[in-house]
């Protein structure tokens, strides 16, 4: 039994997802709404068993393949709840459009596992298996509208691309295997450190491992997958991908560059090439993102900068800098969890809110609503006292401390052309005519999580310190990082 306790979380999900997925064959269209309650308590359950796992020491299981700490139990609890949030703003988009069915909750589900299984991962295979559960779960849901051409487009070129990502990813992890004759982390981080290992072939291993993780976090030159994913699946789907799994996406940078790969020597090498792909994604991402006239395709260039913003923590290489990537992941998910909330909340039966021309005059149809988009435009541009603005300071100090102060100046460049952007939705809901006077009609659950969501990303901009506490504290109690 103690082999299974850092598993729980999983053990109790896969259960309850079963049970749903059998359940669900007889419940009626009328009473779909029981499938969506027991999938959101399933979430919370999860949620609730993950947080209770948090121990101050690692613990192993099943012979070394899966590990439990402080940094799995936090980032499980944020998979967990981001998911269920994403759900909520969900529910009344999916109903007129044919897709409020056990088959998109089952999915939502199944997606959520793979993350947990990525994020508390101690073995290359368990690393994949659980991207794999996440990436094929999410290929379904973004072509779950089938009568939609644009969904179907989307979900094959997801699909292609991410299978020839996930194949550099594998070809990357045999190569370390063929340099380390392991393939569980530990191991691996003993064998690189003993100088034990093919230095060579590590080195060509570490470069497509890089180039898989890219494709996992949309940097660039990787991204392609991002804006037509994005735009083209069903917004609720689009939320879903662009919030919980960049929490396991980090979680599997962390448990392969971090911990794996982290010896002094790779971090050397890997550092020039997150360099790289930081630069191009902040550059690309938000000069690109100006030029957009649809919201969710503005928000996937926004996300490419985003994700080189993250890459400058990790290519620190110390402590404080892996503490502040993850505080600017989680950060950056309870904001997009906003922005996309808002567009879901906007939309309605034959309608997208889409487009940046839907938002003109939203202070004049809805002032709320109004300020609660600006608090997460101007917390994704990062303006004060929004946490986004502590969460770029923290990466920017990171790369500081190591000297790469010119890296720092070229993001603080590349944020104040992204600001552009960000301030053209302000201007659009608070300076235009409102070309429709209809009000927003939104449940009361969507309503006061949307509020919710509005309030904690300015608390969090005013008390950042608990927040990043708690992310630096997880990455030193549990991640084994070179010295």
Partial sequence: MMDL????????????????????????????????????????????????????????AFS?????????????????????????????YLGPRGMYRGEYFVLALFATLGMLVMVSANHFLTLYLGLELLSLSLYAMVALARDSARSTEAAMKYFVLGALASGMLLYGMSMIYGATASLEIGDVIAAVQSGQSNTTILKFGLVFVVAGIGFKLGAVPFHMWVPD??????????????????LAAFAFVARLLVEALGAEELVVEWRQMLVLLSVASLILGNVVAIAQTNLKRMLAYSTISHMGFLLLGVLSGTAQGYGAAMFYVSAYVIMALGAFGMILLMSRDGYEAEELEDLKGLNQRHPWYAFIMLVMMFSMAGVPPTVGFWAKLSVLQAVVSIGYVWLAVLAVLMSLIGAFYYLRVVKLMYFDEAPQREPIEAGMDSRM??????????ALGVVPGALLATCERAITLSLRIAS
């Fill in 449 to 458: 999580l949307l509020s919710v969501n509005g309030i904690a990303v300015l």
């Fill in 229 to 246: 994913v994005y735009h083209g699946a069903p917004t609720a789907v689009t939320l879903l991908i662009g919030t919980a799994p960049k």
């Fill in 5 to 60: 306790a850092p598993a729980l979380a999983e053990i109790f999900l896969l259960a309850a997802v079963c049970i749903i997925l059998v359940a669900d064959l007889f419940i009626s269209d009328q009473h779909r709404h029981l499938t969506y309650w027991a999938t959101q308590i399933t979430l919370v359950m999860t949620a609730l068993i993950a947080a209770g796992g948090a121990g101050s020491e690692p613990v192993y």
């Fill in 64 to 92: 070394g393949l899966f590990v439990g700490d402080a940094f799995s139990s936090i980032l499980k609890v944020g998979v967990c709840l981001s998911v269920a949030a994403g759900l909520v703003y969900s529910r009344a």
